[in-house]
């Protein structure tokens, strides 16, 4: 891609702009069902989380879960939307195996937000067109043969779908606008937003059109559970309609349809053809009365909403005197965020400690061998680093070491002093023996002795090694630069 929106055609020099919408599907974090009382539960024996209602059973009625309208209201308020105080359910009709009614309660024409939108780093601004309400369906396996098996568990599961103004230029755009959405969600407590479980879904609705010309046909690109293939979806998608474009042929153009992403080939197939809002034939939802909220309790959960990352990390640059990068590693999740501020506060050191957690902790959350993911998944408690960081200042132990120590923590969990000790990693303070280390480094280094009596006192750097691995990483660098810059000054 152009560092400019769009991408230029090799074969034409035609620059073809994309026009890209997005729409996300989150599972609210309700302990139940949107119209039941079954239990919302990841990983259940399938078929063992339903009832009579989200089975549709005839003569069954549909109750609204108060708490799922609640967060669906918080995630609406932290996106900058307009709630209203009264909407409604509607019959979205259309037929399907894992669909028990027949057809979806969902919102058509009286959602209960509009409005708002996310502020993306290059400064666009993405709006959001509406939030509705909606159940979930359940979920069909067609990879049994010529059998097709139906797990109703996730039927009737509580979603809110935002859907975006097609304002999204790139695909990197995409992403950020993803990633940024995503954080609100976890910080306000709507919603885990695990990808992997199917708590955060994104369709994609693209069309490319050359520059200047008006809006083509768009296409959808359905149900993308990460990031990574939201990005390669729309690089796909934008060149495959280009190139159909660009062949002439009318038959090869784009038609309005519903497309699947295959990552296995790295291509975009044909699902269906995309339906028109006509076609699910809505209206009103009979079994259910209109949803009502008042002014006071919208803005009493107005009041629930708690800093929010742009607004930390404008924060942690401004009053701590963090870098935009340090500030965007920690503002990454709400669990984070809250527990690198208990480590600056308990140490009193706010850059040490985002430094330990944005480079340090992040760089083992990435080793699969270590096992821990992430904040959550540690046994490391925020005053356990505070210690740490406390250790490293008095010059108990190194950075080396330190780090030793740290995975240790992350893992099991312990005391980083008592670790510190049993791990020997204590670190020497005794003046003769750190001498000792440094005039045995020094044997047979003339040149870097003439080196650094020349001025050059980095040479002493190819010395630190052997008097680190002399006393096991135990020493302290930066006095062991002193003694040797001593000794060999004095020689």
């Known amino acids: 891609m152009s560092a400019t929106p769009g991408y230029v055609s090799k074969k034409t020099g035609v620059r073809w702009v994309p026009v890209i919408g997005l729409e996300v599907h989150c599972q609210l974090g309700t302990r139940t069902k949107l119209f039941c009382g079954c239990e919302v539960q990841f990983g259940s024996p399938p078929n063992s989380l339903t009832c009579a209602v989200c089975t549709a059973q005839p003569g069954t009625l549909p109750v609204l879960n108060r708490e799922a309208l609640e ?84 039927a009737g599961v509580p ?106 080939r790295n291509v975009t197939r044909t699902m269906r053809s995309k ?19 008042s002014k006071v309790e919208i803005e009493r959960l107005r009041g629930c909403i708690p800093e929010l990352p742009h607004a930390r990390r404008e924060r942690y640059q401004k009053e701590l005197g963090l870098s935009a990068y340090d500030a965007g590693v920690l503002t990454a999740s ?26 340090d902790l992040a760089r083992e959350f990435a080793d699969a061998t270590l096992g821990v993911p992430n904040v959550d998944a540690m046994a490391m408690k925020p005053n356990d680093l505070a210690e740490l960081i406390r250790l490293v200042d008095e010059g108990a132990v190194n950075v080396a070491g330190a780090r030793k120590v740290l995975r240790v923590l992350m893992k099991d969990g312990g005391r980083p002093k008592e670790l510190v000790k049993t791990l020997g990693l204590e670190q020497v303070q005794d003046e003769g023996q750190l001498e000792a280390w440094c005039k045995e480094a020094l044997v047979g280094k003339e040149k870097i002795v003439a080196d650094v009596k020349a001025g050059k006192t980095q040479a002493l750097n190819a010395l630190l090694g052997p008097v680190m691995k002399a006393s096991k990483g135990t020493a302290n660098p930066e006095r062991v630069k002193e003694i040797l810059l001593r000794l060999v000054q004095g020689a």
């Open 71 to 154: 967060l669906a209201v918080r995630a609406a308020l932290a996106l900058g939307c307009e709630v209203r105080t009264k909407s409604k359910f509607d019959r979205k009709n259309y037929f399907y195996c894992d669909l028990p009614k027949g057809y979806q309660i969902s919102q058509y024409d009286e959602p209960y937000c509009t409005g708002g939108g996310i502020q993306l780093s290059n400064g666009r601004f993405i709006r959001l067109t509406r939030i509705h309400m909606e159940e979930d369906a359940g979920k069909a396996i067609h990879d049994r043969g010529s059998t097709t098996l139906v797990d109703l568990n996730r």
């Open 159 to 264: 979603l809110i779908e935002s859907v975006t103004e097609a304002d999204v230029t790139t695909a990197a755009e995409a992403v950020e606008y993803l990633t940024t959405l995503k954080a609100i969600l976890q910080y306000v407590g709507v919603s885990d937003c695990d990808m992997e479980k199917g708590e955060l879904r994104c369709d994609v609705n693209i069309s490319m059109r050359p520059e200047g010309e008006p809006w083509r046909t768009k296409v959808e690109i359905k149900n993308l559970n990460s990031f990574r293939f939201v990005e390669a979806a729309i690089e796909h998608e934008a060149w495959r309609q280009i190139e159909a474009y660009e062949s002439g042929d009318p038959k090869l153009f784009p038609v309005q349809e519903t497309r699947l992403w295959d990552p296995a």
């Open 275 to 293: 339906e028109s809002a006509h076609d699910y034939r809505y209206f009103a939802e009979p079994d259910l009365p209109p949803v009502t909220i």
């Open 334 to 359: 709400r669990a984070l965020a809250d527990f690198f501020e208990v480590v600056a506060r308990l140490s009193q050191k706010p850059k040490d400690a985002a430094n330990w957690i944005a480079n």
